[in-house]
């Protein structure tokens, strides 16, 4: 089955750039997700990118995966003190259930 | 979007006993699924809720342990039966739906 990995932490300050990571090992997903979880909340879908894609821009989202490395990656720009949240990578199976990363926490000083 | 919704939201049950958790979405989705995020942890799938019959269960879960019903394309139910307080986690549903999948907020459970 596939395996999704996440760094578990990033702390960045409000105005900067975060770029959050995944790597995976199953190419077979045909989409990837990105979703935010926030305290005592369910999942928020952020964004997804077809497989067959590099980039993906969504106003202040930006994921690029390079199927090469089995790499994906979020980047938000000007980060605001509001993402502070889990952010957690999802490939699908092929029978459209998903398969999660361990999530990344981001933290967000002011 | 799809918007989905769970009842409850959150629930403090004892030890032995059972709970039902309802899902329902606002929009008639193909495909339903029920995930378990532990405390801490990530999501694990529990099943696929299959519509009009028996629901397909991943590696460590059992239909006697979480059974689930689908009646049609836009509710489903997954009861925790025999409750220990390794069941305390949170259960979330999800519709997807084309290139899409949503999920609903989640039901918080403690087990005593």
């Known amino acids: 089955g596939e395996d999704v990995e996440q760094s578990l932490f990033l702390s960045v300050r409000e105005g900067d750039s975060s770029v959050i990571n995944c790597t995976y090992t199953d190419s077979s997903s045909t989409y990837l997700y990105w979703y935010k979880q926030e305290p005592g909340a369910g999942l928020q879908l952020l964004t997804y990118i077809f497989s067959n894609m590099d980039m993906k821009q969504d106003q202040r989202l930006t994921v690029l995966l390079n199927k090469k490395d089995k790499h994906l990656s979020l980047r938000i720009a000007d980060t605001q003190t509001g993402d502070s949240a889990i952010y957690f990578c999802a490939g699908d199976t092929g029978r459209r259930a998903l398969t999660f990363g361990s999530g990344t926490r981001l933290q967000v000083q002011p | 979007s799809a918007v989905i919704s769970q009842k409850p939201s959150r629930d403090i049950c004892q030890r032995g006993t059972s709970l039902t958790i309802q899902c329902q979405v606002d929009?008639?989705?193909?495909?339903m699924f029920w995930y378990r995020q532990q405390p801490g942890q990530s999501l694990t799938l529990i099943a696929t809720?299959?519509?009009?019959?028996?629901?397909?269960?991943e590696s460590g879960f059992v239909i006697d342990k979480f059974p689930i019903s689908r009646p049609n394309l836009t509710f489903s139910t997954l009861t925790v039966s025999n409750m220990s307080p390794e069941d305390s986690s949170i259960y979330l549903c999800s519709g997807h739906e084309g290139e899409t999948q949503y999920f609903g907020p989640g039901t918080r459970l403690l087990v005593l």
């Open positions: 809720a299959n519509q009009g019959s028996e629901a397909t269960y």
């Open positions: 929009s008639q989705v193909t495909m």
